[in-house]
């Protein structure tokens, strides 16, 4: 008879701050180039359809230039967490998010995740005791270095299947 135990995550496997900040600037540039890409991509279908799309572009961006780029950052997190597991940010330091059995969270827990970034104060919620985001909290989310995540998740399975017979 075999005992089958489940990973639960370490807490010294979740990101640093600092890894975080360096995520949340890349993240932020993606959002920027990707406003700018969606613009440009925008006024050329619009040019060559004849349509005055240029004008409504600009009113959208220039009227309400916060709430466009945070209207793409919400979609990107939301986005790119729900398929992925990680944002550009999380991809290029080697971070991603996971629940506490370290698999990727469903939809719900991503788009909460998400919804929680618009509390104000958000970004200051780390200094806590617990040194994680509300929308990690909120969410039931935490944000870890891959390459540990990996690394402790084989030690754990193969110290597990130590002495467990695999013939049949």
Known sequence: MTHDIAYVLDK????SDRKRFEGAIVDFIFVFISIFVSGLIIVTIGNISNWDIFSVWDQFITGSTYLAFFTYLM????FME?????TMGKFATGMKVVTD????????????????????FDVLSFLGKSGRFWHDSFSKTYVVDKKDL???????YFSNSIGINTEC
């Open 12 to 15: 010294k496997l979740l990101a």
């Open 75 to 78: 979609l990107n997190y939301l």
């Open 82 to 86: 729900c398929f992925f597991g990680a």
């Open 101 to 120: 059995n370290s698999v990727k969270p469903n939809f719900i827990r991503i788009l909460i995740r998400t919804l929680c970034r618009l509390i104000p």
């Open 150 to 156: 990996e690394s402790d998740m084989e030690i754990f």
